[in-house]
């Protein structure tokens, strides 16, 4: 998701946003970095958790330092990034009408830069009175780590999921993860993990009574009828597909990820957080 090199956002007479990539940060769709749900993410960058949501800009200046544009104009960025994501070129030029901020920093890392300008640097102080964007630090195990790690598996569903022998789940094999979070969802509490588990469980379920903040379950597309299912809750994160088996990875267990058996409650619990899921438009 990168622009081009003559991509810019007018942000002056004088000066201008030379854009390196861009995101959407709607209630289906928003950097899971910034928080377990879309009014958590919006909080983020001091934003109002807008029904229709925002499309983020992220670029340099003139004289390279980084800048967050937001517009409303939701349809024009995800035109952008799907172009980009196919390999097209793609002039993102938002109408200056359709901005609702510009705040100095990057709330994301960005690993290229604009050519032909210093490298990127937050602005001097004296430009902004808001303190500077920054990533959320992953470089060691926490809230943001974990659910980049769930973001990973659920682009990554096949490869994790050929890892899973199933026969693992029939209980034989004790000491393996995929047994331990099949006794989780049984009820049977063996352990700190096994306990982990179902609370997750748990928690997911009372989402379906009393319908969380609107983002912490999501659904997307996948292969066939099914859909992948992305939910999150204080310490923890659970990615899913209807028609199998769910991971789980909780902020107490750094690094580890937990397969959790269909058994009898899985599938209609999948179900439920389903029907109460947002969806992309």
Same mark, same amino acid.
Request: proline share 7%; charged share 25%; aromatic share 4%.
């Given at each position: 998701m990168a622009g081009t090199d003559d991509d810019a956002v007018a942000a002056g007479d004088d000066d201008a946003l030379y854009v390196l990539t861009a995101v959407l940060l709607t209630p289906a769709n928003f950097p899971?970095?910034? @928080?377990?749900?879309?009014?958590?993410?919006?909080?983020?960058?001091?934003? $109002?958790? +807008?029904a229709d949501g925002y499309g983020i800009v992220l670029g340099q200046d003139g004289d390279g330092a980084r800048w967050t544009v937001v517009v409303?104009? !939701?349809?024009?960025?995800? !035109?952008?990034?799907?172009?980009?994501?196919? &390999? =097209? *070129?793609?002039? +993102?030029?938002?109408? %200056?009408?359709? =901005?609702?901020?510009?705040?100095?920093?990057w709330p994301l890392a960005v690993a290229v830069a604009a050519p032909g300008v210093p490298a990127p640097h937050d602005p001097d102080p004296e430009v902004s009175d808001l303190p500077p964007l920054s990533p959320p630090?992953?470089?060691v195990w926490g809230?943001?780590?974990?659910? +980049?790690?769930?973001?990973?598996? $659920? #682009?990554?569903?096949?490869?994790?999921?050929?890892?899973?022998?199933?026969?693992a789940f029939? &209980?034989?094999?004790?000491?393996?993860?995929?047994?331990?979070?099949?006794?989780?969802?049984?009820?049977?509490?063996?352990?700190?993990?096994?306990?982990?588990?179902?609370?997750? #469980?748990? %928690?997911?379920? $009372?989402?379906? %009574?009393?319908?969380?903040?609107?983002?912490?379950?999501?659904s997307s597309f996948a292969p066939g009828d099914a859909r992948t299912l992305r939910a999150d809750g204080p310490g923890w994160s659970m990615v899913a597909?209807?028609?199998d088996i769910a991971f789980v990875l909780l902020d107490d267990?750094?690094?580890?990820?937990?397969?959790? @058996?269909? &058994? *009898? %409650?899985?599938?209609?619990?999948?179900e439920s957080l389903d029907k109460i899921a947002v969806r992309p438009n």
């Open positions: 899971s970095v910034l @928080g377990d749900d879309y009014p958590e993410a919006c909080a983020a960058l001091g934003l $109002a958790p +807008l409303d104009d !939701v349809s024009l960025v995800a !035109v952008a990034i799907a172009s980009w994501d196919c &390999g =097209m *070129e793609y002039d +993102l030029s938002p109408d %200056e009408d359709s =901005m609702v901020a510009a705040l100095p920093g630090d992953t470089t809230p943001a780590q974990r659910r +980049l790690g769930a973001d990973e598996i $659920a #682009l990554q569903w096949s490869t994790w999921r050929a890892q899973i022998d199933d026969s029939t &209980g034989q094999n004790g000491a393996s993860a995929a047994a331990a979070a099949d006794a989780a969802e049984s009820g049977r509490d063996e352990g700190g993990v096994r306990s982990g588990i179902r609370r997750v #469980l748990a %928690e997911a379920r $009372a989402y379906v %009574e009393s319908p969380p903040p609107l983002g912490r379950v999501r597909r209807t028609d267990e750094p690094g580890e990820v937990l397969p959790v @058996g269909r &058994g *009898e %409650e899985l599938p209609g619990l999948l």
